[in-house]
T-cell receptor, first 114, second 117 residues
Framework: KAGVTQTPRYLIKTRGQQVTLSCSPI?????VSWYQQTPGQGLQFLFE???????NKGNFPGRFSGRQFSNSRSEMNVSTLELGDSALYLC?????????????FGPGTRLTVL | AQSVTQPDIHITVSEGASLELRCNYS??????LFWYVQSPGQGLQLLLK??????LVQGIKGFEAEFKRSQSSFNLRKPSVHWSDAAEYFC???????????????FGGGTRLMVKP
């Protein structure tokens, strides 16, 4: 079974631009979560989606948004990029809601903002 | 506030030595508990999890962890470390359902493991 796929793997943008990252979950998984990883703040939760509905949102500004499609693929968008948005963005997929899920992570998208 | 603490930022062990990585959580009820490993430039790989039942759980790559409710701890252990175990290790929790936090993982700060030959 294929794992979680994230595209692109690497991205370089300049301040003020916007970016869209994509995540394809494991086949059959209906839930996707996104995390930001930085050296200073560690791993922080961005959003959680289940069946195209946002179920949970972390403490990030409105410039960070996401969505999930009917095939469970998910995208996240960051508008008006800031230097501090440089990070590894990780996507996790799992079967369903409820806390007792094994969450499988993709390799991440490394975003660099210049 | 709910939190996850990994007291050791860096740990160095000799190859073949035993390993214990500490993790403490602060929640009013027992959360769901996880350990993940991350190699440089890679995503997170799940080593093991605890949801309920037997407090000693076995994971992949020869790792095990013990849940101790009285100490609010979930320490990761390995009897004999291999050079390939050098990586960063993250303890994570999903809050109990009463917190209505869905599947949000709250991570500790991580412990970087170095293995001496």
């Amino acid at each position: 079974k294929a794992g979680v796929t994230q595209t692109p793997r690497y991205l370089i943008k300049t301040r003020g631009q916007q970016v869209t990252l994509s995540c394809s979950p494991i086949s059959g998984h209906r839930s996707v979560s996104w995390y930001q990883q930085t050296p200073g703040q560690g791993l922080q939760f961005l959003f959680e989606y289940f069946s195209e509905t946002q179920r949970n949102k972390g403490n990030f500004p409105g410039r960070f948004s996401g969505r999930q499609f009917s095939n469970s693929r998910s995208e996240m968008n960051v508008s008006t990029l800031e230097l501090g948005d440089s990070a590894l963005y990780l996507c996790a997929s799992y079967l369903q809601t409820g806390g007792n899920n094994e969450q499988f992570f993709g390799p991440g998208t490394r975003l660099t903002v210049l | 506030a709910q939190s996850v603490t990994q007291p050791d930022i860096h740990i160095t062990v000799s190859e073949g030595a035993s390993l214990e990585l500490r993790c403490n959580y602060s929640y009013g009820a027992t959360p769901y508990l996880f350990w993940y490993v991350q190699s440089p430039g890679q995503g997170l790989q799940l080593l093991l999890k605890y949801f309920s039942g037997d407090t000693l759980v076995q994971g992949i790559k020869g790792f095990e962890a013990e849940f101790k409710r009285s100490q609010s701890s979930f320490n990761l252990r390995k009897p004999s470390v291999h050079w390939s175990d050098a990586a960063e290790y993250f303890c994570a929790v999903v809050a109990p359902l009463i917190y209505n936090a869905g599947n949000m993982l709250t991570f500790g700060g991580g412990t970087r493991l170095m293995v001496k030959p």
